[in-house]
């Protein structure tokens, strides 16, 4: 199955696509998390990509299509695979009609408050790439699943998340019309608990399998 899901910052694509990877056994591609590495190892990629990133805004078309081009051609994503935050823009979502053929897209909805929320409260794990919530941590600093340390991303302030919310809509919004338009849109309420959510994800997938 070729997947991916869609929503806007903090509506828990990465939380939902990592559970739903794992559970069909097809890899996770997450632009972002890809973007995180090349800025964790001071890549020129990650230099240039960080001063996007840190603003809130998008980082350039071609970078970003480059990468997933060539994630995509690995052996690991021949039986398919789950995109998460790709495509964001037009140009990118023209651009993967010529290396990909998606056979579902999962639109995760979720009200602008709760996504304030959610976003300044998250913790990721240094090493192993967990998401928490705040508030479901005892302890702040370590992660509760490897041990490792947790950080607050840069681009998780107020005003950036913000930002990025504006961004999302201005760019990212119409793709949905786009991918409903094709026949494969399929909205899935993103407001309730992380289990029911992977549950009703899972009942669509089945439906499209
Ligand atoms: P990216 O990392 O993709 O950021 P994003 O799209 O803004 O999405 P987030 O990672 O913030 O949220 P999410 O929906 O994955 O939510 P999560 O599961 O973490 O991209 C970062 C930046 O990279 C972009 O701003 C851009 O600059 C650049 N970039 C990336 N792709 C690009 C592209 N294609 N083109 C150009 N630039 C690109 O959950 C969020 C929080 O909520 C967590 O704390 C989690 O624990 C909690 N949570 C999740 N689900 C629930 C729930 N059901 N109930 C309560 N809490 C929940």
Known sequence: MKLMFVGPPGAGKGTQAARIATRYGIP??????MLREEVK????LGKEA????????YVPDEVIIAMV???VSRPDAGKGFILDGFPRTDVQAQALEEFASLDAVLNIVVPDDKLIHRICG?????????TYHESMLEDQKTCPKCKGSLYIRDDDKEETVKKRLSVYKEKTQPLIDYYAGKGILHDIVGSGGIDDITEAIAAVLDEVK
């Open 28 to 33: 996770h591609i997450s632009t972002g998390d």
């Open 50 to 57: 960080k001063k996007y990133m840190d603003a809130g805004g």
């Open 69 to 71: 081009k060539e994630r």
């Open 41 to 44: 190892n001071e890549t020129p």
């Open 122 to 130: 998250r913790r990721v794990c240094r090493d192993c790439g967990a």
